[in-house]
């Protein structure tokens, strides 16, 4: 027996997450056939099978590998805040930060594919897969609500439902920025290779995000009266 040619579960598992990931990000999650999997991780079907059992138990795999360190780092790092500040509560700028570094990191990864994940988490937010939206929010929910909780004491002037519609922007313009689409060389005068800047665009949308969450509020009437 050639013990060489045998490859361990790990490196085999490994490389079919990496193939899995590539691909649903080119193709999406309909348009890949296991086929191409295969394929493309250098598999038979049976070790798909072995280490997923199915292609939906392959799709929660693959986002279970990149959000559960990243929203471990985030709670972690709101943890650390927290016992830094004491008995008072972290300013609203460093719990966005805190928020944002995390899921930053993974732009500038190229080597290990975080880059391919967030284009992957991009796409999965514009298709309309009701299974893997729910999924993905269950891997968040437990550090968004640490950081609801982290920006209502932050913030005890916001009213709780005003707090939820100003995160769900947050979230959503950083959802919008990790997809790396190309729609910043629409505006004249961008440059294309900053949004693969992490710390460039800590700053950048740390100012931009700060600014929406504490901004005046508005009566509900005006803003009807304003549309």
Do not use: C
């Amino acid at each position: 027996m050639n013990l060489r040619a045998i490859k361990p579960p790990h490196e085999t598992r490994t490389r079919i997450l990496d193939a899995a990931e590539e691909l649903f990000m080119q193709h999406g999650f309909e348009g890949t056939s296991m086929r191409t999997l295969t394929g493309q991780a250098s598999v038979n079907l049976a070790a798909v099978n072995y280490h997923f059992g199915s292609k939906d138990a392959l799709i929660e795999a693959v986002f279970r590998r990149r959000l559960d360190p990243m929203n471990a780092a985030r709670i972690a790092e709101l943890d650390r805040l927290e016992a830094a500040a004491g008995a008072s509560p972290p300013d609203a700028e460093a719990i966005i930060r805190a928020f944002l570094r995390a899921s930053l990191a993974m732009i500038e990864d190229t080597k290990s594919g975080g880059r391919n994940f967030t284009r992957l988490l991009g796409r999965t937010y514009t298709e309309p897969s009701k299974p893997i939206r729910a999924l993905i929010g269950q891997l968040y929910a437990p550090a968004m609500a640490r950081y609801k909780s982290a920006f209502e004491r932050a913030l005890p002037e916001l009213p709780k439902d005003e707090l939820i519609w100003r995160m769900h922007f947050m979230f959503g313009t950083l959802a919008y920025t990790l997809a790396a689409t190309d729609t910043v060389q629409l505006i004249a005068g961008a440059k294309p290779e900053d949004r693969y800047d992490a710390a460039l665009l800590e700053e950048r949308l740390t100012a931009f995000l700060i600014a929406g969450l504490v901004a005046p509020l508005h009566s509900r009437r005006g803003v009807r009266k304003a549309a």
